[in-house]
């Protein structure tokens, strides 16, 4: 099993421009979700799936939408991109059910200039 | 909302003591209580968790224990060693519901 997979590691954005973070999972977890970090504030929800075609927000969602048409993915679109989306941002999945572990993707760092 | 809070936020011991990291949560619905490592450059991992139904859980040199009453968890790490620094977070979660607050981390410090 690969686990949580995210592309790419690094992205570096021009402010306006969009762009899709991509995020996958082989381990046929019905959770999805999507934080950001930044430092000195742990990990934020930005938006989450609980199953292919459920999505909802979570406590940052403004300015990202999301998606979940199949169980395996969960891509995050940065619909325009401003500095303050300077972060890095990690997708994770879990069963819906005993264990609540969540696996955490490698990350994406985006820099927004 | 759910509030989460841990302390310290650093924290810095010689190799071979021990190191006690507290997460305080609002939320008295929450029953699952685990706790993540993140390495640089890595996402977290979860390393131990426990149920609300259980006092205190231990695995090898980590163990975690739950105070439900004073909404309180905490992670202790016996005889730490070099590889256990690294930034801890704690990730109380509630019945009937799928977001996760994370508390802000613990950089723990370990000395040779």
Known sequence: NAGVTQTPKFQVLKTGQSMTLQCAQDMNHEYMSWYRQDPGMGLRLIHYSVGAGITDQGEVPNGYNVSRSTTEDFPLRLLSAAPSQTSVYFCASSYSGSPNEQYFGPGTRLTVT | ?112
């Open chain 2, 1 to 112: 909302g759910e509030n989460v809070e841990q302390h310290p936020s650093t924290l810095s011991v010689q190799e071979g003591d021990s190191a006690v990291i507290k997460c305080t949560y609002s939320d008295s619905a929450s029953n699952y209580f685990p706790w993540y490592k993140q390495e640089l450059g890595k996402g977290p991992q979860l390393i131990i968790d426990i149920r609300s139904n259980v006092g205190e859980k231990k695995d090898q040199r980590i163990a975690v224990t739950l105070n439900k009453t004073a909404k309180h968890f905490s992670l202790h790490i016996t005889e730490t060693q070099p590889e256990d620094s690294a930034v801890y977070f704690c990730a109380p979660r509630g019945t009937g519901g799928f977001k996760t607050i994370f508390g802000a981390g613990t950089r723990l410090f370990v000395k040779a």
